[in-house]
């Protein structure tokens, strides 16, 4: 082998180990951006589920209220029918 020939062996050997670490490298960017990508993906899935949950128990809240404002008006009402019996 002459010189020339070793020099040619090298560098392409040397491109190569280049290209596979440029390529190593590239690859795992890819997957972190995938990861990025799908972590990004379940944030909005759980978003969206948070606020509909929030929004049942919200309703949930609002139907409650409206129920203990019902009993207390129905328990002044027997309070009232009580004290009324009372002074018979």
Not at 5 to 11: C, H, K, P, T
Not at 34 to 56: F, G, L, N, P, T
Not at 82 to 87: N, T
Request: charged share 30%; with cysteine.
């Amino acid at each position: 082998m002459t010189l020339i020939e070793i020099a040619v062996a090298l560098g392409s050997l040397g491109l190569s180990v280049v290209a596979f670490f440029a390529a190593t490298r590239a690859q795992g960017k890819t997957q972190r951006l995938e990861q990025v990508k799908v972590d990004a993906e379940a944030y909005v899935r759980a978003q969206s589920i948070y606020d509909k949950s929030i929004e049942q128990l919200s309703k949930r809240n609002d139907e409650l209220y409206a129920e203990v404002k019902e009993c207390k008006t129905r328990i002044a009402e027997l309070e009232r029918a009580l004290r009324l019996i009372g002074q018979d």
